[in-house]
């Protein structure tokens, strides 16, 4: 039997004694927030308001994230309401469900296999050496945010989509509002969806032209363009899926690389061990992705388009739930199953063998580059990112000599 299956002695859900808001407020670190340990060891399913209003159960337990991030009966389109601040066309692939879903996601699965990320391997150590490169030239203390994390993750996807490095600085404030909560006005937020599509329908009609002339660009956008069909996108999926993988893409790993650094640099005894052999890396980052929560939203709202068991709660059609892979992963019974920061079932993250790379590499090279980096700051002076979708330290001053 699965978890989502009715058990013999079926019990309804409980009525809500206590309807908090969510999200619950961020730790000022790292961390996610202390109900996420909490909730996994408690019965039920707890009722929480959005904060669009909507009435959402929280689910938090290991297996019962699972099983829902699994189960057909889950829908997000229906729960597709504005939720947070971010439009649904932002999100084709994330927000979308079969057969949709399934037929967007076998346009570009083939670009983010475990081969794909090792063939980019020496591509993404010349990257990362040339932006250690540049952050060593800058004064002390520096911010290791804006001078290495996301320049790097952001020059990794750009270059494999065929952004060219010209267009970073009108491309990130556009990502930064696209990627908010609360942060920037819905009007500021409609407004950069509106400039990254028209950015990306004009780069997709550059490479089309490029192509018609003989003289095609090395790139993923062209190679979407010279597949026989599109991979069965349309043209506006494509350009939607374009600036979601930009997205998805930097937002995503620079602030993960900046919390890892920031684990790193509290425990040096750690950095050195890792500075020491660096096969140990890779499985550092396993442990760091579990122990951080990067996700301000927990994760994506559900709707049951079927009466469904949770575990014992019975979620009825027409409810929400949120499953917690964050919360998940400090459950208890979790053990030592692999961590759920990348998601699972059919949503399971699109770029998760590219950002183990790109974290491995990334740290690697802060640390053997800069043998004395440490914080320029006291941890508790890091200042977070607020109303963000991705949580992240706002700046991380680092010195290295
Ligand atoms: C440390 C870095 C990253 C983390 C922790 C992360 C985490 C996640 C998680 C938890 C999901 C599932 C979200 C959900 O169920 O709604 C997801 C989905 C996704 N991720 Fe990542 N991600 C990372 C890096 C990347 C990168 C580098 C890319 C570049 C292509 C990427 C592209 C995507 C896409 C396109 C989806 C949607 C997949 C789908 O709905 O089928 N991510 N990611």
């Not at 599509?197 to 010279?226: H, K, M």
């Not at 494509?238 to 425990?267: D, F, H, I, K, P």
């Amino acid at each position: 039997m699965t978890e989502t299956e009715a058990p013999p002695t079926p019990t309804p859900a409980p009525a809500s004694t206590c309807r908090r808001g969510f999200p619950f407020p961020q730790s000022p670190d790292e961390q996610a927030p202390p109900e996420f340990s909490e909730l996994p060891t408690c019965p039920g399913l707890p009722a929480v308001q959005l904060s669009t209003g909507v009435e959402a159960l929280l689910v938090t337990r290991y297996d019962e994230v699972r099983a829902v991030l699994s189960d057909d009966r889950f829908r997000r389109e229906p729960a597709g309401r504005p939720l947070f601040a971010r439009t649904r066309e932002s999100l084709a692939l994330a927000a979308s469900d079969p057969p949709d879903h399934t037929r967007r996601r076998k346009a570009v699965a083939p670009y983010f296999t475990a081969r794909d990320a090792e063939r980019q391997v020496p591509r993404i150590r010349q990257i990362a050496a040339k932006t250690a490169d540049e952050l060593a030239t800058r004064p002390e203390p520096a911010d290791l945010v804006n001078a290495f994390a996301v320049p790097f993750a952001l020059r990794v996807i750009a270059e494999r989509l065929g952004v060219p490095e010209a267009d970073h600085a009108f491309l990130r404030p556009k990502v930064d509002a696209m990627m908010s909560t609360t942060r920037f006005p819905p009007e500021q937020v409609r407004a950069a969806h509106e400039q990254a599509r028209e950015y990306f329908a004009d780069l997709i009609a550059c490479r089309e032209a490029e192509l018609d002339d003989g003289f095609p660009s090395d790139d993923l956008l062209t190679d979407l363009l010279r597949a026989p069909d599109g991979r069965g996108l349309s043209r506006n999926e494509l350009v939607v899926m374009a600036a979601g993988l930009l997205m998805a893409g930097y937002e995503t790993t620079s602030n993960q690389m900046a919390m890892c650094v920031l684990m790193l640099l509290r425990e040096p005894g750690e950095a050195d061990r890792l500075r020491a052999d660096p096969d140990l890396i890779p499985p550092a980052v396993e442990t760091m992705l579990r122990h951080s929560a990067l996700m301000s939203t927990g994760g994506a709202p559900h709707m049951a388009i079927e009466d469904v068991y949770v575990g014992d709660t019975r979620v009825q059609a027409g409810q929400v739930v949120v499953p917690l892979v964050d919360a998940a992963n400090r459950d208890p019974q979790a053990g030592e199953r692999p961590h759920l920061s990348f998601g699972h079932g059919r949503h399971f993250c699109l770029g998760a063998h590219l950002a183990r790379v790109e974290l491995a590499i990334g740290i690697r090279t802060l640390l053997e580059r800069f043998p004395a980096l440490e914080l320029a700051v006291d941890q508790a002076a890091v200042t977070w990112r607020e109303g963000m979708f991705i949580r992240g330290p706002m700046a991380l001053p680092v010195r290295w000599t």
